[in-house]
Nanobody
């Protein structure tokens, strides 16, 4: 069974850093595109960073450019989202999604920007999310 589990959320102050993890089971990140999504309070879930790491592709939205970075540990099949200089507007539930048919980082973040793509197709695997709160 394919599964992803996020962890690492918490309460931090503006300017702090935090690293989220997304561990996949039942598949390898070598063959799946990852999408990090954020759902701010009262708002729709939105893609913020997508990556097809086997091809070295990463796509991110402007609001996180230069602050959020992605990396992975192959031995743990885990992808990390390093978040620096956090701002109150970064508050939200962070979800990790995986898909083997979307083989482009930009395609995932753009065509599936709210999690559903053409013809209402949902991404293959979703985690339960982890809450990040940025507050003084």
């Amino acid at each position: 069974q394919l599964q992803v589990v996020e962890s690492g959320g918490g309460l931090v102050q503006p300017g702090d850093s935090l690293t989220l993890s997304c561990t996949g089971t039942g598949f390898s990140w070598d063959y799946y595109t990852i999408g990090w999504y954020r759902q701010a309070p009262g708002k729709e879930r939105q893609a913020i960073l997508c990556s097809y790491m086997s091809l070295g592709q990463t796509y991110s939205v402007d609001s996180i450019e230069g602050r959020f970075f992605i990396s992975r540990d192959r031995s743990k099949n885990t992808v990390y989202l390093q978040m620096n200089n956090l701002k109150p507007e970064d508050t939200g539930v962070y979800y990790c999604a995986a898909d083997s048919l979307v083989t482009s980082a930009s395609n995932m973040c753009v065509s599936y920007k709210n999690g559903k793509g053409p013809r209402g197709r949902n991404l293959e695997v979703w985690g339960e999310g982890t809450l990040v709160t940025v507050s003084p």
